[in-house]
């Protein structure tokens, strides 16, 4: 890969706000990438232009450490976290498009390093009101987040 981000609030147990970006050496240069908001160190390598972004509130980067430990300690590492909600997201995605006799947006396959999969919907629930009856169901009965979107065939 070129470039990687990632989320830590997401994945991590850290505060929204905090995550990174990973750049092959290769693609490091003066110019390029540049960061949406200039830093103020002065420096201008790399590392220099992303360090320091002004009043920024600090606490959500430093929670990563912590993160990543509950992690270890708690779940049995990233390794077994990971398989744990791949097993989960595959097993409960499986019961809702053999529920609805429906399938998969795009191949299990593809999602693989991913903790969420687009199921496509029965006809009976591809409305706009019904589905957002759906989302509210699913999340006031448990707590379950469901985004959708009407992709044309």
């Known amino acids: 890969a070129d470039y990687y981000t ?3 609030h997401k994945w991590l147990y850290c505060p929204k706000g905090s995550a990174f970006m990973w750049t092959n050496p290769r693609k490091i240069s003066a110019m390029h990438p540049q ?37 270890d300690k708690y779940l049995g590492g990233l390794e077994n976290m990971r398989s744990y909600c791949r097993d989960l997201i595959a097993k409960g995605s499986q019961i809702c498009v053999d529920a609805w006799q429906t399938g998969y947006l795009v191949p299990w396959e593809m999602t693989a390093s991913t903790f969420m999969t687009n199921i496509i919907l029965p006809p009976s629930i591809q409305t706009e009101v019904r589905a957002k009856e759906m989302q509210d169901r699913l999340y006031k009965t448990y ?4 985004v959708y979107r009407n992709v044309p065939s």
């Open 143 to 146: 707590g379950l987040s469901m």
């Open 35 to 71: 960061p949406v908001v200039i830093s103020s160190t002065g420096w201008y390598d790399y590392l220099g232009r992303f360090a320091y972004t002004g009043t920024r509130d600090y606490t959500a980067f430093a929670s990563i450490p912590a993160g990543l430990l509950f992690i």
């Open 6 to 8: 990632g989320n830590c």
